[in-house]
């Protein structure tokens, strides 16, 4: 167990509809982290937040959106569903923003999503 | 983001040592070098991290050129298990690169 919880593990939908995900990071992280993997593929970055506000944005689509709430937990939104959104998503937390040598990320164990 | 350069895939035999390479040229002079490594569909899994100097610790050892524009993951003793997916990544930067896979045969 890492630490980082990812709610649910696995999500069947059909194409058009909108679901949540959760991701409630390490006890004492005030950063998460979201990131999509297509099957074989590599991890996308898709959006950051640090201590509730957004810090940084990556190849995150229109369709779908995220918040960090006072708790510090997180959710991603991700709506009007489309086939090629199947993947897994991953969330991550970290203590202070990445990069400043106070030790890495903390993945969860992900979260799949089957779009039918 | 400027994105680091590895090797697509590795093999090594089980027992032996693996050295996994990568290019950080554009890396800041403040910036980390972190490792990581997926297991098949499982989250990624922090390795190691370092600055300037070698580190080591109980999962691996990392080497650092002088100039930092590259460094080196090593696994002492492979074992099946270490089978993955390895990236490393700049410090401050949240893309991942494809990484290399690593397969440990016995």
């Known amino acids: 167990d890492s630490g980082v919880t990812q709610t649910p593990k696995h999500l069947i939908t059909a194409t058009g509809q909108r679901v949540t995900l959760r991701c409630s990071p390490r006890s004492g992280d005030l950063s998460v982290y979201w990131y999509q993997q297509s099957l074989d593929q590599g991890l996308q970055f898709l959006i950051q937040?640090?201590?509730?506000?957004?810090?940084a944005k990556g190849n995150i689509l229109e369709r779908f959106s995220a918040q960090q709430f006072p708790d510090l937990h997180s959710e991603l939104n991700l709506s009007s569903l489309e086939l090629g959104d199947s993947a897994l998503y991953f969330c991550?937390?970290?203590?202070?923003?990445?990069?400043?040598?106070?030790?890495?990320?903390?993945f969860g164990s992900g979260t799949r999503l089957t779009v039918v | 983001d400027a994105k680091t350069t590895q090797p697509p895939s590795m093999d090594c035999a089980e027992g032996r040592a693996a050295n996994l390479p990568c290019n950080h040229s554009?890396?800041?002079?403040?910036?980390?070098v972190y490792w990581y490594r997926q297991i098949h569909s499982q989250g990624p899994q922090y390795i190691i991290h370092?600055?300037?100097n070698n580190e080591t610790n109980e999962m691996a050892s990392l080497i650092i050129t002088e100039d930092r524009k590259s460094s080196t993951l090593i696994l002492p003793h492979a074992t099946l298990r270490d089978t993955a997916v390895y990236y490393c990544?700049?410090?401050?930067?949240?893309?991942f690169g494809d990484g290399t896979t690593l397969t440990v045969k016995p």
């Open positions: 937040y640090y201590n509730g506000e957004e810090r």
């Open positions: 990544i700049e410090g401050s930067k949240s893309t």
């Open positions: 991550a937390s970290s203590v202070v923003p990445h990069g400043t040598g106070a030790g890495g990320y903390t």
């Open positions: 554009t890396i800041s002079g403040n910036e980390y």
């Open positions: 370092g600055l300037k």
